[in-house]
């Protein structure tokens, strides 16, 4: 009779662990759930593991658009195109708009916002109560395919991503949400925009690990395939070039970013 009560016990405490978590991803409108798992990094130190674990999280089910990015500008004016500090975004920072308040014909409310720098991505992020995706969320997240989570073991959706990252970005940005989703339920990670990660400086100079400081020379040039954990990962380099090659400021046609948040996990009452 103890260890039957005992048992119950125990079920409705992992039921009330799973509510916490579930409805973490009902009360952020427009986020999605990703569980934890372990996402295995394109490079890893001498010294690491080869994967990262990667704790569950909420992340963005679209890339942030214009739309959403103009009711950004017009609550912080500091961010808007004529007053933006150039220390913090280049001189191509939001070009494609008519305006500091004013999308224009050329480009879709709906489309991912573009040429906009890291700083202004992060700022975003923390005025939406929200923040940046690490690297490792983001890759692991943009691992899963339309139905199943580790799609890069999947032959044509690895093809299907090649295609994305081997043709021209068209000139004017498509809407969000036009591909199908992954298992997830998130929405252009490969094919529309690049995106910015929170933590994109730390691609070549620490291996993708924020707990080594030194100087890794071996991913530099063509040395940094033969440390590569998966060498036919096309995508994989391409972004890992890219990111390598960013600084804070800088703006791109064709880089965007969404948000990601963390899951505050509070613990619940159980009553045996």
Known sequence: ???????????????????????GSEIVPGMALIPAGRYTPLFRGARETNYVEVAAFLLDTVPVTNARYLEFVRANPKWRRSTVVRLFADEDYLKD???????????????PVT????????AFAAWAGRRLPFTAEWEYAAA???????????P?????????????????LASVAQ?????????????????WVADFSTAMVTGDSRGDAGLDRS?????????ATDRNNFPAFMRYGLRSSLKANYTLHNLGFRCAKTIELTTPKCIP
Not at 184 to 189: E, H, I, M, N, P
Not at 219 to 227: D, H, I, K, P, V
Request: glycine share 6%.
């Open 1 to 23: 009779m103890k260890i039957s009560r005992v048992f119950k016990f125990l079920v409705s405490c992992f039921a009330c662990l799973v509510a916490v978590v579930s409805s």
């Open 156 to 172: 044509a959706f690895v093809a299907q991503i090649e295609r994305w990252y081997t043709t021209p970005s068209a000139p004017t």
């Open 115 to 122: 040429c906009v720098p890291w700083f202004a991505a992060k």
């Open 97 to 111: 708009w008519a305006a500091d308040l004013e999308i224009g014909s050329t480009v879709a409310p709906d489309a």
């Open 179 to 195: 591909s199908p989703p992954n298992i997830y339920g998130v929405y252009d990670l490969h094919g529309l925009v690049w995106e």
């Open 144 to 154: 899963a395919s339309a139905t199943r989570a580790d799609g890069l073991n999947d």
């Open 219 to 227: 991913l530099f040039c063509a040395g940094g395939s033969e440390n």
